[in-house]
């Protein structure tokens, strides 16, 4: 079983409608023979991989398609945060997504703390972009100093710092820190270092690292191999490509 944890609404000429994203995606889903995946929305009103309203209702009738929200301090937040907490009241949103670094704001930024505490309250993940440029908004230290104050909180950092992946040792001492691969395997031409390293970290943390693509900006079936070229044992396989985002997503 697959479950790609990273995923957004394709973009591009072929699918410029929302209903045509959505066949797109799960187009996609069926070649590469993933069996679930987690749709991120944007933070923004106006976007080409949906805003979080549209995301909802594109998957509202979706049993194997869940939902992730993103929220901005910068677009409409408290009206936002309104909305995420009813759609978690219906279970129409499994996550809270802050893009850290593609925003200027740091992770620990005061005004995030109603974040926090409403994906304490649904105990739902908090998902981070991490890594590129940027990358101080939610470097290690800043994504420590939240894991510490929030120690309930789930936090799962997308990208893993790439292409600094090593960073994530220093966060696996904090139990409630969990890691997307999504947008790793994009670059060949590291491709070896960045297995090595992807290696250390789930055997350092088998039960936190989860299988993301970042679809359609990167390449799902190449991140499928990716971790297919791990050679993992048959446990390690099924816990990062499904078990573990079941877990801290508590899907169905
Ligand atoms: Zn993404």
């Known amino acids: 079983m697959i479950i790609d944890a990273h995923v957004h609404l394709p973009i591009g000429k072929d699918c410029d409608i929302l209903c045509r994203k959505r066949e797109k995606l799960l ?3 069926a070649r590469n023979h993933i069996d679930g995946c987690i749709v991120i929305s944007d933070s923004c009103m106006e976007s080409d991989i949906g805003n979080l309203n549209e995301c909802v209702e594109l998957f509202r009738e979706s049993v194997n398609v869940n939902v992730v929200g993103g929220i901005s301090p910068y677009f409409e937040f408290q009206t936002q945060l309104r909305k995420i907490r009813n759609y978690l009241d219906e279970k129409l949103v499994v996550g809270i997504k802050l893009y850290t670094g593609h925003e200027a704001f740091y992770l620990s930024d005061e005004r995030l703390k109603d974040v926090y505490e409403l994906a304490q309250q649904y105990d739902v993940p908090v998902l981070f972009h991490s ?3 940027n990358y101080q908004y939610s470097d290690v230290n800043v994504a420590a100093e939240v894991a510490r104050q929030y120690p309930n909180l789930k936090l799962v950092c997308c990208h893993c710092f790439f292409p600094r992946i090593d960073k ?9 820190v969990y890691f997307d691969i999504s947008s790793i395997a994009d670059n060949m031409a590291i491709l070896n270092d960045i297995e090595e390293k992807i290696k250390k970290l789930i055997e350092a943390a088998p ?3 989860l299988f993301g693509s970042d679809y359609s900006g990167c390449n799902q079936e190449e991140h499928i ?25 508590r899907l169905e």
């Not at 994530?168 to 409630?176: A, F, G, I, M, T």
């Not at 297919?228 to 801290?248: C, I, M, S, W, Y």
């Open 27 to 29: 187009q996609e889903l």
């Open 131 to 133: 890594g590129w440029d």
């Open 168 to 176: 994530c040792q220093s966060l696996v001492k904090y139990s409630n």
């Open 207 to 209: 039960k936190r690292v």
């Open 225 to 249: 191999q990716f971790v297919k070229n791990l050679k993992l044992n048959a446990r390690l396989t099924e816990a990062v490509f499904a078990g573990n985002a079941k877990r801290v997503f």
